[in-house]
Every structure is written in C-alpha cells, then in structure tokens.
C-alpha cells in the first residue's frame, strides 16, 4: 500500500557489480521529497574548492515526462559547507549510467566522505518538453525587458 505522499509512479534503481551492501535511495521521513542517496566510494577527500564526480553505485531508469533533480542536503551544506556543484543537477528518463554526484567543497579544510554516507537527495518532477519556435514579434507586457530587480520588489 502506498503512503498518501507517495506517488504511484516507479523508478527503478540497480546496484551496480560491488554495491550488495547500499541502500537504494529513500525519504527519511514520509513528507520529505527528496530521496537520500549515498557514496558508493571507499573514501573520497572532498579539498576545498575542487568539485568531484562522487559514485553512487546505482544506475537509474525513469519514467518518460519525469526528471530527476540532484539536489545538496542541507545538513551537509551547513555542518561541512559541501554543495552539489551544479544543483540542481538533472537526470534525464533517457540516461541509463551510474548516478554521479558533483560535490564541491566550500570550506577552507578538506572534507572526508565515507562509503555508504549521504551526499545529495533526489527529487523527482514531471516536466513538460514545449515546441520552440522561432518568431519575429512577442507580445509585450507591463514588466517589458525590466529584469534583475526592475520590480523594485525585495
């Protein structure tokens, strides 16, 4: 039976050969949206200011009209200023490769992350892949070209 927060929708997630052991990713708490995912990495040494393609150990195949958001966890940003490098990140329902996560160390000393410790959660959105089209007019509105606080609004 599925939660009330939870979706009807699967993902499917397969152990690559040497990962018996990770847990697949999963919501700490029922209303949480994000999927914690883990190192599937002995050791990595996270040094300041230099990002790093983190192994989960999984591959992921998901639903077409879906994307997957890699996104930091804040726990992670805030105790040991590390962020997901390119958040959010985006998995694509046509990629069939190992999950990587790019970590980048915003601290002054260098950052320890240890096999089976959670680096980044996954938050799953349908999206919607539009028509572009090319035109020699848009339409115009009350805001027009204002951009990067014209609003005046904080």
């Known amino acids: 039976m599925t939660h009330p927060d939870e979706s009807p929708l699967e993902v499917?997630?397969?152990?690559?050969?040497?990962?018996?052991?990770?847990?697949?990713p999963e919501r700490a708490t029922t209303g949480a949206a994000g999927?914690?995912?883990?190192?599937a990495e002995t050791e990595v040494i996270l040094e300041p200011?230099?990002?790093r393609?983190?192994?989960t150990g999984l591959a992921v195949e998901i639903s077409s009209g879906i994307e997957c958001q890699v996104r930091p966890?804040?726990?992670?940003?805030?105790?040991?200023?590390?962020i997901v490098a390119n958040a959010p990140g985006t998995i694509d329902s046509d990629?069939?490769?190992e999950?990587?996560?790019?970590?980048l160390n915003l601290g002054r000393e260098p950052v320890r992350i240890a096999r089976g410790e959670r680096i980044a959660q996954l938050v799953f959105a349908r999206y919607e892949a539009p028509r572009v089209t090319e035109v020699t007019e848009i339409s115009d509105t009350e805001r027009g070209v204002g951009g990067f606080g014209s609003t005046g609004r904080d």
Do not use: E, M, Q
Request: glycine share 10%.
């Open 12 to 24: 499917r997630f397969k152990r690559l050969p040497g990962n018996p052991d990770l847990a697949l």
């Open 35 to 39: 999927h914690d995912i883990r190192s």
């Open 73 to 82: 966890r804040s726990g992670l940003a805030l105790r040991r200023a590390v």
């Open 53 to 55: 393609a983190v192994r």
């Open 95 to 97: 990629y069939r490769g």
């Open 49 to 51: 200011g230099v990002p």
């Open 99 to 103: 999950v990587k996560v790019i970590l």
